[in-house]
């Protein structure tokens, strides 16, 4: 048997649907966005070293060499220079797999 409701109960019940409704939404725990990865496909090595990602590794690298080629310590034309290969991106190279060399210190190595 139903019972009619009057415009002030369903009202009422209305009210207290959309509370029930916004309750369960903002209790909710809410997803965790995934980082994008930007989409480097196609880049030769050398376009590859002008991204922003190994601008930002690179400058970590001179940071923790003191800005000093570590084979003389010459402090100018410097530039870091990987020992492994081998990773998908250069920036993903471990600290111990990069190394502040100056230009002629690398080129050396690369003789």
Same mark, same amino acid.
């Given at each position: 048997?139903?019972?009619?409701?009057?415009? =002030?109960? +369903? /009202?009422?019940? @209305?009210?207290? !649907?959309? #509370?029930?409704?916004?309750?369960?939404?903002? $209790?909710?725990?809410?997803? =965790?966005? +995934? /980082?994008?990865? @930007?989409?480097? !496909?196609? #880049?030769?090595?050398?376009?590859?070293?002008? $991204?922003?990602?190994?601008? =930002?590794?690179?400058?970590?690298?001179?940071?923790?060499?003191?800005?000093?080629?570590?084979?003389?310590?010459?402090?100018?034309?410097?530039?870091?220079?990987?020992?492994?290969?081998?990773?998908?991106?250069?920036?993903?190279?471990?600290?111990?797999?990069?190394?502040?060399?100056?230009?002629?210190?690398?080129?050396?190595?690369?003789?």
């Amino acid at each position: 048997m139903n019972i009619p409701y009057s415009e =002030k109960e +369903k /009202k009422q019940i @209305k009210e207290q !649907k959309k #509370l029930i409704k916004w309750w369960k939404k903002s $209790t909710k725990p809410k997803k =965790k966005k +995934k /980082k994008r990865v @930007k989409n480097y !496909k196609g #880049l030769n090595y050398t376009e590859l070293l002008k $991204t922003p990602e190994w601008r =930002k590794r690179r400058e970590q690298i001179l940071f923790r060499d003191n800005y000093t080629c570590q084979e003389c310590g010459f402090k100018t034309h410097l530039e870091v220079h990987h020992k492994k290969y081998g990773y998908k991106y250069p920036w993903m190279s471990p600290d111990k797999d990069l190394i502040t060399l100056c230009e002629i210190c690398h080129a050396k190595i690369h003789k």
